[in-house]
């Protein structure tokens, strides 16, 4: 696809990395102001309990403390946070978040008084000084426990602990398609708590001017925008006098979308103290505070022929929000995950029901994939275990639902772009030697070796945009994007952007697009993001949207300066517009290429003003709002192959290749990036990460002790391969790249893992498949003592 193309699809090194391997970024962290004083957070020491009396007195007397300040002090100071995605037609309640509890805990996360001193290292000692008497109340963590009658209530606004319920139908009745079926399949699965765990923690640095009465706070954001909008109403000061500017950020993955309590507690206390203050999360409280993800206990039926089509499938899901809506946490267990149950396959009835029940634990909200992977776990399981059923292959099973190409209407409303699933498919297969494997898994068996194969087949949808759906679902805003693009006399360009990059890399791949677009080299374009004050209103980073969303408004206001610039050109050249052609950088008359200037020279006219066509502005920038028509629907398959221990039960990638269409490619070398680390986490999900409370609420996995991630020892290498099909739906053909390895991985792990114990009698194993998790199936099974 990159044939003809000077900077698209090129592997261009990234922009960015030499300031990041040498050091020079500017984190928050690395922030520091005259006369900054430093916050910490006495956090909650019990899940749920009521706050009788806080005696702050002996920290305020402590030599360097600047003040100590509770509930009581905000709660008419700051409204509390709510969420920005209010479900349409899901009776969500009014469930509000707090930033400094004045009455009750309802997590161990929750703060609850807030120490201001010299250094971070008194205001940490202060804490500890700080004398907090409460009455403990009942703790539900257990999500299927919590709708129970008689379970502990967390907010009186939310009877029942149920905040929202969404239902959601599309096809045929699933109780007409189960009387067409040949077989029935029903599964209760668990989609585990994660947590986000991103190299850097959270943090906030607030500097008011009371002469101007303006806020400035520099914050880990992937939505500086949005975070300056939301601010503005829970601070109560006008949205101008607020300039939030997002750094350098240390990963997001969604943990770092959300507004925090922490960060409106510095802001107000900058504004009220009228000196800078700052406060960075340690990674205990990255790990009790800042957002988890996924936690859902689903309750599938699936609806099969005995030819191994399926018909339909229902689920009931009970999403763990935690103990308060986090900004977009509504959407991810409902209009992102339940949209997507049919997946890439030919299924004639889909029907969701959605619970988002409330519990004494942190907060979820988007996480890597946020709902996509949650569906297709489900939909990669069920074909795995209808093959199981009926005696098949898994992957004729799946060869015989897939949808062949796109265009494609699903039956939950969804207009899949383009792309060719059953070719990506068979190409996954073929580079992955499955029957060669299936052959060596019958020699393995007789040697008693325990090798397995799985197979996911996905498809995603995001480059999340059309405002129109946006809005009709309840989210708080449209979900267009911005850039103006200036243009300077000597030709070297700036972009700025409403897009937020945490570490994608779109300062290269943006700069890519730009320099096809004018010709001009990559190293003359400069990406500004993050602050503003400087860039256009933008949505921000997540949903894998930036490179279709952000990009392509990228590319359409290149293409209105190139139009410009042609103009100029023409009366350079004194020649008629019409027969001025553009290629490789430079404008020159239609059959004479010798008759040409350059677009530097171009750039230089346009400031100097004096040979420009008659009516023609002086100046050459532009400034785009761009809002798609539609998703991008990201899709592919992934194989992998394992072999599990006999005396360890522990778990062996031999093998993991993925097979992608994520459209027009802009940088390969980026988008490898992307997928490799996102089959890392979705792997990280399969056999190792969970978040684990106690009965008390008490987050038992609070470091990296006991909450495992991966390393680099116990991953395979990945190999990556790519499909592309435009999508119609951007200027770029681009779709979307960020998630969908975290989207495939996980089943496909699964199902390897499964595929190797199912002739022990195995059919599922809730995740992670751990090798105490896998001895305890084999055990229950009586393979194992």
Request: with cysteine.
């Amino acid at each position: 696809m990159s044939q003809g193309r000077r900077y698209i699809g090129k592997r261009v090194k990234r922009k960015e990395d030499p300031r990041f391997i040498t050091g020079r970024g500017l984190y928050v962290d690395d922030i520091k102001l005259p006369g900054m004083v430093y916050a910490a957070f006495l956090r909650a020491s019990y899940a749920h309990a009521r706050i009788k009396s806080i005696d702050t007195s002996k920290a305020e007397k402590m030599p360097g403390v600047v003040g100590v300040y509770t509930g009581e002090y905000f709660k008419d100071k700051v409204a509390p946070l709510t969420t920005a995605w209010a479900l349409a037609n899901a009776d969500l309640k009014p469930v509000f978040w707090p930033v400094v509890a004045h009455d009750k805990v309802r997590f161990t996360g929750d703060i609850v008084a807030v120490v201001v001193a010299e250094d971070p290292y008194t205001a940490y000692d202060a804490l500890e000084a700080i004398d907090v008497e409460y009455e403990p109340l009942p703790v539900v963590v257990d999500v299927e426990e919590a709708i129970k009658p008689g379970a502990p209530q967390l907010h009186d606004e939310a009877p029942g602990n149920i905040a929202f319920k969404w239902r959601f139908s599309g096809g045929e009745s699933f109780d007409k398609v189960a009387e067409k079926a040949d077989v029935l399949i029903k599964q209760r699965m668990v989609n585990q708590r994660l947590i986000p765990s991103a190299m850097e923690t959270r943090g906030a640095v607030a500097s008011f001017n009371r002469g101007l009465e303006e806020l400035t706070l520099w914050v880990t954001s992937q939505n500086p925008h949005v975070h300056r909008l939301v601010l503005s109403g829970v601070l109560g000061l006008p949205e101008h006098k607020i300039r939030v500017i997002a750094p350098d950020v240390g990963g997001g993955f969604g943990s770092k979308i959300p507004v925090y309590p922490g960060e409106v507690i510095v802001s107000r206390l900058a504004m009220d103290l009228g000196v800078p203050v700052k406060w960075v999360e340690t990674r205990r409280e990255n790990f009790v505070g800042t957002i988890h993800g996924r936690d859902h206990v689903e309750y599938v039926e699936a609806a099969a022929t005995r030819d191994g089509r399926l018909l339909g499938v229902r689920v009931k899901t009970l999403a763990n929000m935690g103990a308060y809506l986090s900004t977009a946490a509504p959407g991810v267990p409902t209009i992102l995950f339940g949209l997507m149950l049919q997946g890439p396959y030919k299924i004639e009835s889909v029907d969701v029901e959605v619970l988002g029940v409330l519990t004494n634990t942190t907060p979820v909200d988007a996480y890597r994939g946020a709902g996509r992977p949650e569906a297709t776990y489900i939909l990669e399981r069920v074909m795995d275990l209808v093959a199981r059923k009926l005696g098949l292959d898994p992957a004729e099973v799946r060869r015989r639902n897939l949808i062949e190409e796109a265009p494609y209407t699903t039956v939950t409303g969804l207009v899949y772009d383009s792309g060719r699933y059953k070719e990506v498919f068979e190409k996954a297969l073929q580079i992955a030697e499955y029957e060669k494997w299936r052959e060596e898994q019958r020699k393995a068996r007789q040697e008693g070796r325990l090798i397995g194969i799985g197979i996911s087949s996905y498809i995603e949808m995001c480059g999340l945009a059309p405002s129109r759906i946006a809005r009709a679902t309840g989210f708080g805003l449209g979900l267009y994007e911005s850039v103006t693009i200036r243009v300077h006399p000597t030709g070297k360009v700036s972009v700025y952007t409403g897009s937020h990059p945490h570490g994608q890399g779109e300062e290269t791949s943006f700069a890519q697009i730009v320099a096809e677009e004018l010709g001009v080299p990559v190293e003359d374009v400069e990406i500004i993001h993050g602050d503003t004050d400087e860039t256009p209103f933008g949505l921000g980073t997540y949903g894998s949207r930036t490179t279709p969303v952000g990009g392509g408004a990228v590319a359409l206001a290149a293409r209105r300066i190139r139009e410009k610039a042609r103009k100029i050109a023409a009366a350079l050249l004194e020649a008629r517009e019409e027969d001025v052609v553009f290629s490789e950088g430079k404008f020159h008359v239609r059959g004479h290429p010798e008759k040409s200037v350059s677009f530097q020279e171009v750039a230089l006219e346009a400031y100097l003003a004096d040979k420009l066509p008659e009516g023609l502005e002086p100046g050459l920038e532009a400034t785009t709002f761009y809002d798609p028509e539609n998703f991008v629907f990201p899709y592919g398959t992934h194989v992998c192959i394992v072999e599990v221990d006999r005396d360890t039960w522990k778990p062996r990638i031999l093998r993991y290749v993925a097979v992608d269409d994520a459209g027009v490619i802009i940088n390969p070398m980026l988008a490898e990036g992307q997928v490799h680390g996102g089959v890392v986490q979705g792997i990280a999900q399969a056999l190792f990460e969970y978040a684990v409370y106690d009965e008390s609420g008490n987050l038992l996995t609070s470091g990296f002790n006991d909450y495992m991630i991966p390393t680099a020892k116990d991953l395979p290498n990945i190999e990556s391969y790519f499909v592309e099909t435009p999508s119609p739906h951007n200027p770029l053909g681009a779709k979307g790249i960020g998630e969908t390895g975290t989207i495939a991985s996980t089943p496909a792990v699964v199902n390897a893992v499964l595929d190797a114990l199912a002739h022990l009698g195995v059919e599922h194993i809730d995740m992670p498949l751990t090798p105490h998790n896998i001895w305890k199936a084999l055990k229950d099974k009586g393979v194992v003592k």
